[in-house]
């Protein structure tokens, strides 16, 4: 299905976020014939950035990633050398869009790659403002003047859409959404990894990693829904939901908080180029026994329940047994109750007058016998 990013059409609201399994001619060949709607480059700056060994630290019950790659292992020649290689052979025949992430250390020095790059036959510019490692970069997309200034100048510089990549790890992402689309933004982007510090070995007192890195995978999607939530509330840009994105069901639930597609990054790096065929597949599916002809049919659906605080009211309900639960030797919810209400008695009751209705014993149960009712 049809949708649009940065006002340009592509043919399904599958992308693949910028990193390192887009750069360079090869990688950008390989991306290319997966299907996606877009492919973002990995952020090309004017000089390469070192590989550091290691760069990754994994966490593989949980998904999360740690790395601490800044820009690209390419330069600018190189980079436009390559994407004039693709230009040349028609993108393979592929649909695929091809946005480059471009950063600078200034909104001047983004103006002269982005121009250089804009001269390749890339359909967009992203402005890649939110990287977490190194000195810079965070700092850019947490203030809503530079962020403009940054936008500002590219936009007036080049004749193909821009937009910006932005961290969920500001205090005010609505001014700097609102600083993005002042400045002439055709699009939002959202999030980049945010600065972590995955583990830390206890024997040895070492961090997984050397410096600083940013965090990625399953453990930021709820982080991402959420930002990607409240920018579509600011503004009416296309969005693309990054964050965490692992299946289809994922992308459906960007879309339902406010964007326009998924982007797909770490998801990868765990399971190889081949998630983004299947993602893109699986999305398809559930599009046509959805019966969803129109992506506005579903876009942003979630953000209609989502109340302020202050306007939630307090309803009267309590956790109930969907049906009979006789494990004697399970007991999570007997043990996680703050307020004593569940107890065995041969089987799992809750008491009424005891349960105040958080909800957590629901998520708990390993079989799914516990629901809120009245
Ligand atoms: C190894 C690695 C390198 C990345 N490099 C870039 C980059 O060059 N530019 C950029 O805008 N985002 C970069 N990102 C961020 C991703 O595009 C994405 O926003 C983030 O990882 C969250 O999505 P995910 O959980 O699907 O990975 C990188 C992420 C990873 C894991």
Redesign the pocket.
């Known amino acids: 299905m049809k949708t649009n990013i940065m006002g340009i059409e592509i043919a399904n609201p599958v992308v693949i976020?910028?990193?390192?399994?887009t750069r360079g001619r090869d990688k950008l060949k390989k991306a290319l014939s997966l299907g996606a709607g877009a492919i973002?480059?990995?952020?090309i700056v004017s000089e390469s950035y070192p590989d550091l060994t290691p760069?990754?630290d994994y966490i593989k019950e949980n998904g999360g990633?740690e790395?601490i790659?800044?820009?690209?292992g390419i330069d600018l020649e190189t980079w436009i050398d390559d994407l004039n290689y693709i230009k040349k052979n028609k993108r393979f025949g592929s649909r695929s869009k091809v946005i480059a992430?471009v950063?600078g250390s200034s909104p001047s020095e983004a103006v002269y790659i982005s121009k250089k790059i804009a001269k390749t036959g890339v359909d967009g510019i992203?402005l890649?403002l939110?990287?977490p490692m190194g000195e810079g970069p965070e700092l850019v997309a947490g203030i809503p003047e530079s962020v403009y200034a940054f936008t500002k100048a590219v936009v007036d510089a080049v004749d193909i859409p821009v937009s910006v990549?932005l961290s969920a790890a500001t205090g005010n992402l609505p001014m700097v959404v609102k600083a993005c689309a002042k400045a002439g933004a055709s699009g939002i982007?959202?999030?980049?990894?945010i600065r972590c510090i995955l583990s830390i070995d206890i024997e040895s007192g070492r961090p997984g990693l050397p410096t600083y890195g940013?965090y990625?995978?399953?453990p930021?999607?709820p982080i991402?829904l959420s930002a990607v939530a409240g920018m579509a509330q600011t503004t009416g840009l296309p969005i693309v939901g990054?964050?965490?994105?692992e299946n289809a069901d994922n992308v459906i639930e960007y879309i339902m908080a406010g964007a326009n597609a998924g982007?797909?990054?770490?998801?990868?790096?765990i399971s190889g180029y081949g998630v983004v065929s299947d993602i893109i597949t699986a999305v398809d599916k559930w599009i046509t026994d959805h019966h969803i002809t129109d992506i506005e049919q579903i876009k942003g659906c979630a953000l209609r329940c989502l109340k302020s605080f202050e306007e939630i009211k307090c309803e009267d309900k309590h956790a109930d047994l969907v049906s009979d639960c006789v494990d004697s030797s399970c007991g999570i919810c007997i043990n996680c109750c703050l307020e004593e209400a569940i107890s065995y008695d041969g089987k799992i009751k809750v008491d009424e007058a005891k349960c105040d209705g958080c909800g957590f014993c629901i998520g708990l149960c390993p079989d799914k016998k516990l629901a809120l009712g009245w």
């Open positions: 976020a910028s990193g390192p399994w973002f480059t990995e952020t760069r990754y990633v790395n790659r800044l820009y690209s992430s950063m992203e890649g939110a990287c990549k982007s959202g999030i980049d990894t940013g990625s995978g399953a930021i999607r991402g990054i964050g965490g994105i982007g797909i990054g770490s998801g990868i790096l």
